[in-house]
């Protein structure tokens, strides 16, 4: 499971926004950008499309056995108190945020319980932002 945490729109300053948040983003990208998959045995392929947007993302990254709950508050404590000047930022600029929640099961493995807390709905209602969903089942 890993959630990314995504502030994206038609023009994006990375670097004002990174300067804004205080802290650096694990990915980022301009609308026009050529998209690369990276391929199992570790290469990259250049997909025929480019971004249709600009985009600045913080990931947890791919944590095993993970509980969301844990999760969840992790992506709090880093952007809880940023908030208020994020939802600022955005809306100043047209940008819109969203967090992703990717979530890929093993063969065998259960689906997780995914619940939100209240302070992550009210997290999720200062900054305007979408939340969504996606759950993959990995078959070998």
Not at 65 to 84: K, N
Not at 101 to 121: N, Q, W
């Amino acid at each position: 499971m890993k959630i990314i945490f995504i502030i994206f729109g038609d023009v994006l300053n990375h670097q004002e926004l990174t300067r804004i948040v205080g802290i650096s983003p694990t990915n980022s990208w301009n609308k026009g950008d050529e998209i690369f998959h990276k391929t199992r045995n570790g290469q990259m392929l250049k997909l025929p499309v480019v971004r249709k947007e600009s985009a600045w993302e913080y990931s947890t990254g791919f944590i095993q056995g993970s509980i969301f709950g844990e999760m969840e508050e992790y992506i709090l404590d880093i952007f809880y108190d940023r908030a208020q000047v994020i939802h600022k930022y955005a809306r100043e600029r047209k940008l819109e945020v969203k967090i992703d929640v990717v979530v890929e099961i093993e063969g065998g493995d259960t689906m997780p319980s995914i619940s939100l807390s209240k302070r992550f709905i009210s997290f999720l209602k200062e900054l305007d932002a979408e939340i969504d969903f996606d759950m993959y089942l990995l078959r070998d």
